[in-house]
């Protein structure tokens, strides 16, 4: 891991000496090499279960406490992922913004495009 300069600029590139992959920051780039390690130092004090990133192991904890911390502002659902806050909420739209690439049929979810 290491740092180059990019010309006159004032902002430092951190470069994976693995990959080669640059980051902005020193601590995106120790986040990253943690996947080439496999090293996880943030550690879930309920279950044990081991994460490389400490938001990581945040959104884990979820799970464990039922926070939901995002609401449906149609039926008012707690998810605890803004993630599936944003799935959740084409069911109830008729929006289908996913089609199948063989038969241009039109689906909510881009997983079933290809389940016959």
Known sequence: MHSQSQGNRT?????????????????????HHRM?????????????????????????????????????????????EKYYLKVYLLSHSVEKPFECPRCDKKFRHKPHRFIS
Do not use: M
Request: hydrophobic content about 25%.
């Open 11 to 31: 902002e430092k590139r951190s470069v994976c000496d693995i990959c080669g992959k640059g980051f902005r920051s020193n601590y995106s780039l120790l986040a």
């Open 36 to 80: 080439h390690t496999g090293e996880k130092p943030f550690v879930c004090r309920t279950c044990g279960k081991r994460f490389t990133q400490k938001s990581a192991l945040t959104r884990h904890l979820r799970t464990h406490t039922g926070d939901k911390t995002f609401i449906c502002s149609t039926c008012s659902k707690g998810l605890a």
